[in-house]
């Protein structure tokens, strides 16, 4: 009997033992759309490169990502590494969920800031600390009908706000047909109206971001600019009647049309094949003559979670995502715009003829302000009001009053909150 | 002693469920109604220091809001349209099933029930495919009698009736079910002496089939009422409540607040708003159905 409950005790001590001594770090990492979903040919490289290191890949949907990475900080679940779109981080800050990388990135020989694209390298510092590594990049630019433009007598596209606007109005003459437009401005998308604001160096908010600033100088004349070309029928009002852009895009219902890179790849497969040549891509025009004027900094970056308890395996992986190497082989699979300038340089990106207006732009771009409630009020108020307004049927001074008092609502919490960490 | 032992046997079997129920039914709902006097956003779920009791501020924040009235009146419209076409379609099923002159009963039966059991998720993906604009089932078929397309979701004006037409399609099978239940037990007798004294197929089923299946359809209506008002997936998933907040419910209104946007204070709020509206609904169903004393 006793043999059999040594015996007993020792299996239990060896295969405690045996568990206990890990082989390999395992991490988890959350990457969003077809990034997540193509991230894994990188995330086996970097498992080859440190077998003692392995990536547990979750993809997850666009559409449900923001609720999904809530809910795991709520529950506790947060992975290791996630991908966090730009505009996200001061959310996850004000959650106090991300491990602050400054230490991390002082000590790496892999991730230099001076090789990064300045205003999207700023979206990732909050409060002088640094949260997140830029995975890739994304901005608008103006696509635009390179023969229509022609057509019409010009032999660029606009560098200045007037510039801008005075095509318009002579593409619009080359119409044959009532249903035909210059300038597209999609009401259902707050970043034209953004966009132009921030160009025109409005500030959007202001005292400390706890107020709107909607109804500034600034924003009300980018905001007047943009309602010209809706009121001189430049710019269609129906989103109805452009359902499919691409199509529209190439029936010349209109020229101008301000988008991210993902549509580069998109107007190649989409448009038909006699439209090559006929397109092309160029930095934003400036309302002074400071050419080209400011963008926004989108895209996305990584961060490592605070409650992670395998942070040196995370920032490995990291780095290796960063190296210019994998990044050129990113920009291969998915074409993913890289944040390193120095992948810039190589053949691939820079003999496209369509990138060097988003290597010029990146150059000039601004990040929106860095408040966690930023996304509801540009998605829900900005985009709301700017729908209102483009109808014509209230003044653009009532509407960006209207919008104020909504964004003031809004903020009443981090009002109150600044003013109770004053106290404290 | 008896007593006693009638309460220890009580437990027993009560017990486990009970507990479950107040662990994960009455608990949450008794937190979420002390959530909506709470502004409960972000902020707090970071810190509980900025946690604030606001009183009714949610509620009336509730009220000044256009989207919630716009995510009320597509609601309403969801319920008063989908919910009576929904039962009138599940009576019309169930009379033709209990027809004498059909065959295949069961069979039919099943195929009418199938949609029921089937994921909501997958059904909702699969009728997107059929509402597609260009290469679209539906607009296919309308073709061929000389209707030119409809953007079936991406129109304010169609992307409610495609809604409602893809719930009722879902759900009649469950109430068809319930209203067969309801024929079968309606004595043939009624029927045979009703035919004697000269009475048609209109006048045996105005006089005889309605008021006989009176408590069948109170309950259905009530259900069907509570289930609809709830709508929630299927704009979730085929519109996410657009286009123009055409198809906004208030579920899912209060979904965007309380997930997307994590004002769960808020969105709380809107939950219990919602309850009192249900709970409005079918008070008033009861009070008809004793008046008419059904």
């Known amino acids: ?424 | 002693m008896r007593k006693k032992t009638s309460t220890i046997v009580l437990l027993i079997f009560f017990g486990p469920s009970l507990l479950v129920i107040t662990v994960f039914f009455f608990i949450p709902v008794l937190a979420s109604f002390i959530f909506s006097f709470t502004d409960f956003n972000i902020y707090s779920l970071g810190n509980l220091n900025y946690l604030r009791f606001i009183g009714i501020d949610n509620y009336s924040k509730i009220l000044h809001e256009p989207l919630f009235w716009s995510a009320l009146k597509n609601t309403f419209y969801f319920v008063l349209a989908g919910g009576p076409l929904s039962v009138a379609v599940s009576l019309g099923a169930a009379i033709l099933l209990n027809s004498k002159l059909i065959r295949f009963k069961a069979f039919f039966r099943t195929i009418y029930f199938l949609p029921v059991v089937t994921t909501l998720v997958a059904v909702a993906i699969v009728w997107r495919f059929i509402y597609h604009p260009r290469f679209g089932m539906l607009n296919y078929f309308l073709g061929f009698i000389g209707i030119s397309p409809v953007d079936w979701l991406g129109d304010p004006t169609f992307s409610m009736p495609a809604i409602i037409l893809m719930a009722v399609w879902k759900n009649f099978g469950y109430n068809m079910i319930i209203f067969i239940a309801g024929l079968q037990n309606i004595p043939e007798e009624l029927y045979e002496a009703a035919s004697i004294e000269g009475a048609g197929a209109w006048s045996r089923f105005r006089h005889i089939t309605l008021p006989m299946l009176a408590p069948a359809t109170v309950f259905i209506s009530v259900i069907t009422m509570i289930g609809y008002f709830q709508l929630f997936s299927e704009p979730y998933i085929m519109t996410q409540g657009g286009p123009l907040n055409s198809t906004l419910s208030i579920v899912l209104y209060m979904y965007q607040e309380g997930f997307r946007w994590w004002n769960l204070g808020y969105s709380t709020a809107i939950a219990f708003t919602l309850f009192v509206i249900i709970f409005t609904g079918a008070l008033i169903q009861f009070r008809i159905q004793k008046r008419y004393d059904i």
């Open chain 1, 1 to 424: 009997m006793m043999r059999y409950i040594v015996s007993f005790v020792l299996l239990i001590i060896i295969s405690s033992g045996c568990s206990e001594k890990h082989h390999y770090t395992e991490i988890e990492f959350w990457a969003m759309g077809i990034e997540g979903e193509k991230a894994s040919e990188l995330a086996r490289l970097f498992e080859a490169e440190n077998p003692d290191i392995k990536v547990n890949i979750n993809q997850i949907p666009w559409t449900a990502a923001h609720e999904k990475l809530m809910t795991a900080f709520a529950s506790e679940t947060l992975p290791d590494v996630f991908q966090l779109g730009n505009t996200w981080i001061p959310e996850f800050r004000a959650l106090d969920a991300l491990e602050s990388l400054d230490g991390y990135i002082a000590d790496s020989r892999v991730i230099k800031r001076s090789e990064y694209f300045e205003g999207i390298w700023e979206t990732n510092l909050l409060e002088n600390s640094t949260l997140g590594i830029p995975w890739y990049v994304d901005t608008r630019v103006l696509f635009y009908r390179s023969d229509l433009l022609k057509k019409a007598g010009f032999n660029s596209s606009p560098r200045t706000w007037n510039d801008l606007y005075f095509q318009s109005q002579k593409i619009k003459q080359l119409c044959t047909s009532e249903n035909c437009y210059s300038f597209f401005v999609p009401v259902n998308e707050w970043v034209p109206f953004i966009l132009f604001g921030i160009q025109n160096n409005a500030r959007l908010l202001r005292e400390n971001d706890s107020y709107g600033d909607f109804s500034s100088v600034e924003f009300r004349e980018s905001f007047e600019f943009l309602m010209k070309f809706f009121e001189e029928e430049l710019a269609p009002k129906d989103m109805q009647s452009v359902l499919n852009i691409y199509q529209a895009f190439e029936s010349g219902y209109f020229a101008f049309y301000i988008t991210g890179p993902w549509n580069i790849g998109e107007f190649q497969r989409r448009l038909s094949p006699a439209m090559k040549g006929k397109w092309m891509t160029a930095p934003l025009p400036s309302p002074d003559e400071n050419y080209p004027g400011y963008s926004i900094a989108g895209g996305a970056s990584l961060v490592i979670s605070r409650f992670s308890e395998k942070k040196t395996a995370a920032w490995k992986f990291i780095e290796f995502m960063s190296r210019p190497d994998n990044q050129l082989r990113f920009y291969k699979i998915v074409a993913a715009l890289p944040p390193n300038k120095t992948v810039w340089e190589n053949k691939i990106l820079a003999d496209n003829p369509y990138l060097s207006a988003f290597f010029k732009q990146l150059e000039k771009v601004k990040p929106t302000p860095k408040i966690p409630e930023w996304e509801q009020i540009a998605s829900a108020k900005v985009q709301q009001y700017a729908e209102l307004a483009s109808t014509g049927k209230v003044s653009v001074e009532i509407v960006l009053k209207m919008l104020d008092d909504d964004v003031d609502n809004i903020l009443e919490k981090r009002r109150w909150i600044l003013k109770h960490r004053q106290a404290e």
